[in-house]
């Protein structure tokens, strides 16, 4: 069985080409031999698109847009044919109060003058834009327009969420210390485990934090954020709009620390925590099941992280920098 090839309509190229090729006194088939495209194709492409008498391309797109754009009524017989338009519109209105199944059934099998037009046909020009004055002669269907309750009570996520925008502007070049920020790494699908690791740094020293949690729920989540700040000194945090940062409000109560959320699908906005993750997954790659890791496995990486020299430190560790800078509050060696 051949296959029918389906029609895909001329693109803006195209009608560029066949504006030259008209001034270059090309015939239709000629056109339509370059193009690649049935002569039919070309033919009622000029005669349809054009303006007053010329082939524009320009004119010819927005010509095609608008046609497009009002298709959807094209079809519609009753918008077509004013006689059948005043047929329908008088039957359904008093003192007729015909349905739109006997008006279909009396057009197919009673009327010959007039274009037949189905029932399903009649209630789709009813519940369009210019039928709708007529909705009210129905039995039953009408169109009711959808309500909207504009006293409804709007779905807030995170309470109280702080735009990024609104981050002290010291917080931008790195160079005040004490701005961190934080974000979780979870274990993989196919696991169906709800273990992850909680990871924060500090932007300036780029010192790495990680916790392992059992639940990413917001308390529990809250609490590892906490104990990762707890000897840092700690003036800002930032984090994304993940429902685990719905405690935020107690990460600030504890820390003294207020915290920012970064826009929709932003990431880059904490970019300092998404490269502290990307090292993280060297050791820990996408598929691990953070159940089965402990957390002296955790530690270990993050040691190796912190001690090892960054050139955006000057080769320098980032444990160096925050001992150099006053970064932690209680050392632990």
């Known amino acids: 069985m051949q296959r029918v090839k389906k029609y895909v309509g ?61 298709r959807r009524y094209q079809w519609q017989k009753i918008e077509n044919y004013p006689a ?57 269907e009408r169109y009711h327009p959808r309500r909207h309750n504009k006293n409804k009570t709007e779905r807030v996520m995170i309470p109280d969420r702080v735009s990024v925008t609104e981050r002290p502007v010291a917080a931008l070049d790195r160079f005040e210390l004490g701005h961190c920020e934080y974000d979780s790494i979870v274990s993989s699908k196919r696991s169906k485990s709800t273990a992850a690791l909680a990871v924060l740094q500090e932007r300036t020293t780029r010192l790495v934090r990680a916790r392992l949690v059992l639940t990413l729920r917001p308390d529990p989540y809250a609490q590892a954020i906490v104990k990762l700040a707890r000897d840092l000194r700690i003036r800002t945090m930032t984090t994304d709009n993940g429902i685990e940062n719905k405690q935020h409000g107690l990460i600030t109560k504890k820390t003294g620390a207020p915290v920012f959320f970064t826009d929709p699908y932003s990431s880059w906005q904490k970019g300092g925590v998404e490269n ?58």
């Open 10 to 70: 001329l693109g803006d190229a195209e009608r560029s080409e066949i504006q030259i090729l008209l001034k270059k006194k090309y015939s239709i088939r000629a056109i339509a031999e370059v193009l690649g495209r049935s002569p039919n194709t070309i033919s009622r492409e000029i005669k349809v698109n054009s303006v007053a008498g010329e082939y524009v391309a320009r004119k010819a797109k927005a010509k095609s847009r608008v046609s497009r754009r009002s």
């Open 84 to 140: 059948l338009w005043l047929f329908v519109s008088e039957r359904l209105a008093p003192p007729y109060d015909w349905s739109p199944r006997v008006i279909s059934g009396y057009l197919r099998t009673q009327q010959t003058e007039l274009p037949y037009v189905g029932t399903t046909q009649i209630y789709a020009w009813l519940y369009s834009s210019r039928g709708q004055p007529y909705c009210q002669y129905l039995y039953s």
């Open 276 to 333: 502290a993750n990307k090292m993280i997954r060297r050791y820990f790659p996408k598929g691990t099941d953070f159940s089965t890791v402990s957390q002296v496995e955790v530690d270990e990486v993050v040691s190796r992280i912190n001690n090892k020299p960054r050139q955006c430190l000057g080769f320098k560790s980032a444990v160096q920098c925050a001992v150099e800078k006053g970064l932690l509050l209680d050392v632990v060696s």
